[in-house]
């Protein structure tokens, strides 16, 4: 299968800091997602981004599919986001093993 | 909004039984999933199914299989548990690859022990 590989493994921001998590994949792929892990354990789909570069407020995402990474930027983190972060690639959605993010108030 | 359901939040079984982990969605999507988490490891793929009563295996179907009888519910059997079952157990549903985006929805997982 597809290897996926995220960066860094755990990040601690203070509350209004800016970060950038960053996943490889190992093979050609026409689908990828960006999801987030509550401290519930829910999972929620951030961005669907096969290639490009997406919006949604403080968060955005940018896919080069021709060099196999996408980028999953947070802008002005607060406390809520905390949580794992993972991506996700290739037609059965192999998963990477996520960046555990902790932000201080 | 997408709903994706799990039949229980947790679980505690005994070696050797038979489980049943039961995941609806109400989308009428054509692909479903499931998944196992475990610390450190990240999320990996046990079996999907793309049509009903249709079935592929995953990265991990070893002590697995599924059932898909109708659209929207895809099950998850453990023939005889082990402990080493023991995990978070995650349902997901997208449409199929094309016209559309195949944006995965997860269901809130259960949390199985097996004694």
């Known amino acids: 299968g597809i290897q996926v590989e995220q960066s860094p493994p755990d990040l601690i921001l203070q509350e209004g800091a800016n970060s950038t998590l960053r996943c490889n994949f190992s093979d050609s792929v026409n689908n990828l997602q960006w999801f987030h892990q509550n401290p519930w354990g829910q999972l929620i789909n951030l961005f669907y981004i096969p290639s490009g570069t997406k919006q949604n407020g403080r968060l955005s995402a940018t896919t080069v599919a021709t060099e196999r990474y996408s980028l999953l930027y947070i802008s002005s983190s607060q406390t809520t986001d905390s949580g794992v972060y993972f991506c996700?690639?290739?037609?059965?959605?192999?998963f990477g093993t996520g960046t555990s993010l902790t932000v201080i108030p | 909004d997408v709903k994706v359901t799990q039949s229980s939040r947790y679980l505690v079984k005994r070696t050797g039984e038979k489980v049943f982990l039961e995941c609806v969605q109400d989308?009428?999507?054509?692909?479903m999933f499931w998944y196992r988490q475990d610390p450190g490891l990240g999320l990996r793929l046990i079996y999907f199914?793309?049509?009903?009563?249709?079935?592929e295996k995953g990265d991990i179907p070893e002590g697995y299989s599924v059932s898909r009888e109708k659209k929207e519910r895809f099950s998850l059997i453990l023939e005889s548990a082990s402990t080493n079952q023991t995990s978070m157990y995650l349902c997901?549903?997208?449409?199929?690859?094309?016209?559309?985006?195949?944006?995965?929805?997860f269901g809130p997982g259960t949390r199985l022990l097996v004694l």
């Open positions: 997901a549903s997208s449409f199929l690859a094309g016209e559309v985006e195949e944006t995965q929805y």
């Open positions: 989308m009428d999507h054509e692909n």
């Open positions: 996700a690639v290739g037609n059965q959605f192999y």
């Open positions: 199914s793309y049509d009903v009563k249709m079935k």
